[in-house]
């Protein structure tokens, strides 16, 4: 099992940046492709971003594809969510989750996950 903390996150105004920070214990970090959800009241958790473990190839939701940016830093077993031009439907919870081997799209898949950081983005 490995344990995921976050940080970063909070209120921004439209228009702001932002950025996540997960950072994991344990070993092998490189091995684990690392995934951004983030989730509304109410609503399913959806996945905004994926790093893969193999090659670092980055995936992203057509929501906030040239807006975020995703990346890693195996030696410090971290995995980051850069996010620009921040708006206000990207108001939710955001969770970092990773999975042994490459990534995958959905979260039931995921059986490592941060404890969730509000991101809130004012009009």
């Known amino acids: 099992q490995m344990h995921l903390v976050q940080s970063g996150g909070g209120l921004v105004q439209s228009g702001g940046s932002l950025r996540l920070s997960c950072v994991a214990s344990?070993?092998?970090?490189?091995?684990?492709?690392v995934s951004w959800f983030r989730q509304v009241p109410g609503k399913e958790r959806v996945q905004v971003s994926c790093?893969?473990?193999?090659?670092?190839?980055?995936y992203y939701a057509d929501s906030v594809k040239g807006r975020f940016t995703t990346s890693r830093d195996d030696a410090k077993n971290t995995a980051y969510l850069q996010m620009n031009s921040l708006r206000p439907d990207d108001t939710a919870v955001y969770y970092c989750a990773a999975v042994y081997g490459l990534c995958l799209i959905n979260a039931r898949d995921y059986e490592n996950w941060g404890q969730g950081t509000q991101v809130t983005v004012s009009s």
């Open positions: 790093i893969s473990s193999s090659d670092a190839t980055e």
């Open positions: 344990g070993r092998a970090f490189d091995t684990y492709s």
